[in-house]
């Protein structure tokens, strides 16, 4: 039997004082309800949805409900989970009336030939699977209204950026199960004020998410149109190919996303072995994780 292994994350960013008690306490429950299905024999997939679900029904972070609005004063939602024992992907984007992403993520991993699908056709899936379709006015939170009267006014040159000091949020979790499989998974609502369509480096294999049971499995956070340049989640796996632990090849990726496009983003990581790394440029990243020789989750931010 493998050592079961999960860590989740709440995005990179420059999070304020006042809200990292939140944070950390999203990170925690979301480990807490991962580790709990790990724990009862659950696979390194389902142990990543269920993680995530609980990132996404949390309003702190940038995920399902309580992301931030596109240019329309929209919630546009992007996620994606993948399978290190098949590299089966399942991915949807540009969705806006999916409570929970990750739970269609799953539904087209498990059940469509595709790996990705986006908008209506998305939505027009998660039904015919049994998923019910919400109100998009259900994701809308008062913080997100204020902050998009705030950014509408900015120059189209500012609005839909990155910009770490402004509330992020991404989640995202990566795991390894007893049977020894890897799994990763990511969701999110994107940049606020980003243009209607507009999809970021979170639901993109490679970039925002890779797993591969012969190297590892990363979820990426940080600047999407950067991340996606490096093609970086699946960069640190190839890192891990080369030989670095998971500590040396996250700090590698995220160091080499700033040399080569100044981009800031963070990276979780699990290799085959079940060995952990973090690593991140921007101010701060909110993540936990759980080994089996840890008695207690870490949770650090
Ligand atoms: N990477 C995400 C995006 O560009 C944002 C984030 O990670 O906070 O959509």
Redesign the pocket.
Known sequence: MAKPVLIVHG???EIPAEQVEACRAGCRRALERGWAALAKGASAVEACEVAILELEDDPVF?AGIGSHLNRDGRVQL?AILMDGRTLKTGAVAAVERLRNPIQTARLVLEHSEHMMLVGPGAEQFAVERGVSLCNPSELVIAREVELWYKRKHESDAGRGR?QPKER???VGAVARDAQGNLAAGTS?G??ACKYPGRV???PLIGC?CYADNQTGAVS??????E?MKMVLAKAACDRLAGGLEPQAAAEKAVAVLGERTEGL?GLIVVDAQGRVGAAFSTPNMAYALRTADSADPVVRL
Request: proline content about 0%; aromatic content about 8%.
């Open positions: 995005g990179a960013w940038d992007d990155f992020l949020g991404t999110t994107g940049t970021g480096d979170s925002g990426a956070t940080g600047q999407g149109e991340i983003g």
